[in-house]
């Protein structure tokens, strides 16, 4: 059977990421979900109880940069630790397996489809953000002042507005609400990122959450992108 072709400019492949995490000491497998082009969306593991959760992220983070060069966001690492050796089962017969933490799969994610900008009258716009959850497609619209602040501002409560009508049945039976916080562009490192922060309202709890995303076509693009970072796993991993 040929190889796989490379993900990445450094000529790794899913397959070989995966036999890599495999041999780190404590792991029983390894699953790595990636984008076209190479970028680690999430990476899931069975361990034993021989190394912490903790130190097993840190020795994916280490192998991953030593191995390929690939620099991957500790979140992104998902930890499922055996209570016993490999084969050992509980009283059902069934291995028992602790997470640290549960996970949404990748493919059950919010989607970005696009968005649409509208000149309403002098000074004011409306945006409308696309999304696609399970394949059907949601829609959210805010109007604001057209100036620019106002208008990443606006571009971000539509994105949670997109996010509320797709995953509204569960928001409503959980009593979750999403409150935008602000939107920010700072220059670092000879780029631009946008951050965006969300309040989570949670029946008495509230949750700061927070995303960031690189500019690199339009601010826009870019506010969705980072709204979306933000929101979307802790939202789902709320059912």
Known sequence: MPS??????????????????????????ARVVARPG???????????????PKQTVRNVESA???HFDLAVDHR?????????TPGNADESGEPAVLQHPARPLAE???????????????????????????????????AGADLPRARYETTASATIAAIESALSPHLEEQGIALSLDGVKLVDAFDQQFVLVAVHAI???????????ATVEDT???AVILATLQATDRWVRGRF
């Open 219 to 221: 601010p826009d693009r």
């Open 4 to 29: 796989p072709e490379p993900l990445g400019t450094g000529g790794w492949t899913i397959e070989g990421a995966e036999r890599l995490l495999a041999s780190l000491t404590g792991v029983l497998s």
């Open 38 to 52: 190479g970028e680690i969306d999430e990476i899931h593991l069975l361990t034993t109880k021989e190394v912490a």
């Open 76 to 84: 992104k690492i998902s930890v499922a630790q055996t209570s016993g």
């Open 108 to 142: 059950d994610r919010i989607l970005f489809v696009g968005h649409h900008i509208e000149t309403e009258r002098s000074h004011r716009v409306r945006i409308r953000v696309a999304v696609e959850w399970r394949g059907e497609r949601f829609e959210g619209s805010t």
């Open 64 to 66: 991953l940069r030593a």
């Open 202 to 212: 949670h029946g008495r709890s509230i949750t700061a959450l927070a995303g960031a």
